[in-house]
C-alpha cells in the first residue's frame, strides 16, 4: 500500500505446481484414474447428445496422435487448427499434444492474409481445417508456404484419414513422445488479435496451462466439482481459436467435467444446443449475457408486459445488491419483502432467463470485457452466479477472478491464486504467476522471446485496486483519449454501457485531440427487427432509419445513461447513427470482436468529422 492506495495484491496457490508430464497426459491420466466417467459429449445429426466416457476419449487421442507421428511431424513441430468450436478441434488439440507437437489456432473468419501470416511465421508443418472453403484458402497459399507439408478437412474424414495412417504406428511411440514433453515445452502458440498491428504469437507453455486451469478449478470449487447431485457440465460456444475457450476447454478435462461443443452462436442455433444440453455453467462474453436479457425483454414487450419485466429487473438487481452486502458483511441481506418479491417474479420471468441458457445454469464465468454492474446484479438475482475475470492471451486467460460467495459487482475479482497483481504509477496493470506466458514468438528465432520485467507483464491496460484488493478495470493505456482541453477520458466504460442497450451493435467513442467527446454507433439487428416491428417501421431502408427521429431519441437516450457514468468534459456531445454493423467481415472488429480503432476511423472518416462541424 502506497499512500493509502493498494498497489500490489498477492493470492497464495490452491494447488501444488506440476513439475513433470503435459497436456497431452490429462486423457490418458483420466482413463487410468476413472476410465467409465463421461468427459465429452457429442452432438449427432439426429440432435442427440452422445456421451464419450474418459477410457474411450483416450483411446480416440491415441489413434489420432499415431497418425500425425505416421506422417512424419517430429516433436516441438506445430500444426495449425482452423475450425469452429467443435469436437473435432480439442481431439486434434490433444493428439497433438500427445504426440509432443505444437498447436497452433486460426480463427475460421481469418482473412487470407492473416492466415497466411500466422502459417508462415509459426512454420505450421501442418493444418486441420473444417470445411472446404478454408481448404480452398489455404490451397491458394501453399506456394507461398514452403514449410508446409499436410493439409487435411475435418468434414471430409481428417481424423479417420489420421487413424487410418497411424494404425501400424506402435503404442509405445505415443508413450515415448509425452514421456519426452515436460511442463516448460511449448504447448501452443496464440496470435494475439492484432488491433493495432500484426498479430504476435504468444507462447504458452503446458505449466502456464496447468497453473492457469489446477488453480482456477480449484477456486471455482461449486463450478467445476458441482457441490450439488447434478454432475457439473458446460457447452462451449465460445471460439477455441481464443485463449479463453481454450482454458475452459483444457480445465473441463482436467476436472473431468462433461464438455460439449456448439459450433454456432447465431442465436436460434445456440438456444436450441443449449437445450439440448442443459449444462450447469456456462463460459461467456457479455454480448450473450446481454442478448439473452434483451431478448427476454423483447418477448415481454412483444407480449405487452414490457412494465412488468422492467419491475422484475430492478427486483433482481435490488436482491444482487443485497446478496452482495450480506456476503461482505456491509448488509443483513434480502428483506422480507424483497425475497417475496424475487419468488413471485421467478416463474414469470427469472426461470424463463434460466430456461433460455438451459434450465440448469447456475453459474456463468464472464469474460473478454467488464460485464457491467446492473446485468451482473440482475443475474445473481435470477439465480445465476456471475464470475467475473480479467485476462490476457498472454497470461493464458483469466488473471483475476470473482472469488466464491465473495463477490464484489463491478469489479473482476482477485488474482487467481498463486498470483499477484501490481498497479504501476501511472495506472496500469501489471501481472505475475505461473499462468504468465514465456514471450512472444520470434520466428528467427525458432522460440519465444521473453517480454517480462523480472517476472511482470505489462498489460497495456489501466486499474485500480481497493482495499480488499479487489481489481477494477477502468481503461486501455494506448487508447485513452486526450481532448484538446487537456481531459483525459478512458472510453472503454461509455462503450460498454451503451454496447449493453438491446438496440446498440457497437460503438467507438471518439476525441482524441478533438474539442470533445462524440461517438460512432451502429445498430444491433435482433434489436433493430424487433424495434422496427413494435413501431411499425417495416419498410424503412437503413438510411432512412439512421435518420429516423424516434430511432435517434431512444439512441439519444442510451447515450443520456451512458453518460450519467461520466462528467460532463467527459459526456459523448454527439453521435453518428451508422446503417451497418461493424464486423470481422468488413475489418472492423478482430476475431475475438475488439474494435480495429484505426480501421474503423479511417473507414468514416466523413461521419467523424461531420461530428465536429459547426451545426
Not at 473435432?88 to 492474409?113: K, M, N, Q
Not at 450447469?280 to 423483447?298: M, Q, S
Not at 417495416?538 to 430511432?551: A, F, K, T, Y
Not at 439512441?555 to 451512458?562: F, G, L, P, S, Y
Request: include cysteine; proline fraction near 6%.
Amino acid at each position: 500500500m502506497v499512500g493509502g492506495t493498494v498497489r500490489e495484491v498477492y493470492v497464495p496457490p490452491l494447488a501444488p505446481p506440476v513439475h513433470s508430464g503435459s497436456l497431452g497426459d490429462i486423457p490418458f491420466t483420466n482413463a487410468i484414474e476413472a476410465p467409465a466417467e463421461i468427459v465429452l459429449s457429442r452432438k449427432q445429426p439426429s440432435g442427440n447428445w452422445h456421451d464419450l466416457t474418459a477410457a474411450e476419449f483416450a483411446v480416440q487421442v491415441r489413434a489420432v496422435a499415431k497418425g500425425l507421428i505416421a506422417y512424419g511431424l517430429h516433436p516441438g513441430e506445430r500444426v495449425a487448427i482452423m475450425a469452429r468450436t467443435t469436437y473435432e478441434w480439442t481431439l486434434i488439440d490433444f493428439a497433438a499434444w500427445a504426440a509432443g507437437l505444437v498447436t497452433v489456432p486460426i480463427y475460421p473468419t481469418s482473412s487470407a492474409r492473416q492466415v497466411q501470416w500466422i502459417l508462415d511465421d509459426s512454420g505450421a508443418r501442418a493444418c486441420v481445417v473444417e470445411n472446404v472453403d478454408e481448404t480452398r484458402l489455404i490451397s491458394g497459399l501453399r506456394t507461398q508456404l514452403s514449410g508446409l507439408d499436410h493439409l487435411w478437412q475435418f468434414n471430409t474424414g481428417a481424423v479417420s484419414q489420421l487413424v487410418a495412417a497411424g494404425r501400424d504406428v506402435p503404442d509405445t511411440a505415443v508413450d515415448e513422445r509425452r514421456a519426452a514433453t515436460g511442463p516448460y515445452d511449448l504447448a501452443t502458440l496464440i496470435y494475439t488479435s492484432g488491433t493495432t498491428g500484426r498479430p504476435k504469437g504468444c507462447a504458452l507453455t503446458h505449466a502456464n496451462f496447468f497453473a492457469e486451469v489446477d488453480n482456477a478449478v480449484e477456486l471455482l470449487h461449486p463450478v467445476f466439482k458441482s457441490v450439488s447431485e447434478e454432475p457439473a457440465s458446460t457447452l462451449l460456444f465460445l471460439p477455441l481459436s481464443h485463449v479463453f475457450g481454450r482454458m475452459v476447454a483444457v480445465g473441463c478435462l482436467r476436472a473431468r467435467v462433461r464438455l460439449g461443443h456448439a459450433p454456432s452462436i447465431r442465436t436460434d442455433d445456440l438456444l436450441a444446443d443449449l437445450a439440448g444440453f442443459r449444462p450447469t455453467f456456462l463460459l461467456a462474453i457479455p454480448y450473450v449475457l446481454e442478448k439473452v436479457y434483451n431478448t427476454g425483454r423483447a418477448t415481454a414487450e412483444k407480449m405487452g408486459r414490457a412494465s412488468s419485466f422492467d419491475r422484475a429487473a430492478r427486483i433482481a438487481r435490488s436482491y444482487g445488491e443485497a446478496i452482495e452486502a450480506k456476503e461482505h458483511g456491509t448488509g443483513a441481506g434480502p428483506g422480507v419483502a424483497l425475497k417475496a418479491a424475487r419468488k413471485f417474479y421467478d416463474p414469470l420471468v427469472y426461470r424463463r432467463i434460466r430456461a433460455a441458457l438451459g434450465g440448469k445454469v447456475r453459474h456463468v464465468l464472464s469474460g473478454g470485457s467488464p460485464l457491467g454492474h446492473r446485468l451482473a446484479a440482475f443475474y445473481t438475482g435470477a439465480g445465476i452466479e456471475i464470475f467475473e475475470g480479467y485476462g490476457l492471451t498472454e497470461s493464458t486467460a483469466a488473471a483475476t477472478i470473482t472469488p466464491p460467495l465473495r463477490p464484489r459487482i463491478g469489479t473482476v475479482g482477485w488474482p487467481l491464486p498463486g498470483s499477484a497483481v501490481r498497479i504501476a504509477d501511472d495506472g496500469e496493470i501489471l501481472l505475475y504467476g505461473g499462468h504468465i506466458f514465456s514471450g512472444y514468438w520470434d520466428a528467427a528465432l525458432g522460440a519465444a522471446r521473453p517480454v517480462t520485467d523480472q517476472g511482470w507483464l505489462a498489460t497495456g491496460d489501466l486499474g485500480s485496486l481497493d482495499a480488499d484488493g479487489y481489481l477494477t478495470i477502468t481503461g486501455r493505456k494506448k487508447e485513452i483519449i486526450v481532448t484538446t482541453g487537456g481531459k483525459n477520458v478512458a472510453p472503454a466504460p461509455l462503450e460498454d454501457r451503451l454496447r449493453s442497450h438491446p438496440l446498440v451493435g457497437q460503438c467507438m467513442v471518439i476525441g482524441d485531440n478533438r474539442p470533445y467527446i462524440t461517438a460512432l454507433i451502429t445498430l444491433e439487428p435482433d434489436g433493430l427487427a424487433h424495434w422496427r416491428q413494435m413501431h411499425k417501421k417495416q419498410d424503412l431502408l437503413p438510411q432512412q432509419l439512421v435518420r429516423d427521429e424516434l430511432l435517434l431519441a431512444d439512441i439519444q437516450r442510451a447515450v443520456d445513461d451512458a453518460n450519467e457514468l461520466v462528467s460532463r468534459a467527459e459526456s459523448i456531445r454527439r453521435f453518428a447513427l451508422l446503417p451497418a454493423d461493424f464486423s470481422v467481415e468488413t475489418g472492423h472488429l478482430t476475431p475475438s470482436l475488439k474494435l480495429r480503432r484505426a480501421a474503423v476511423a479511417r473507414d468514416f472518416s466523413e461521419d467523424i468529422a461531420g461530428l465536429y462541424e459547426s451545426r
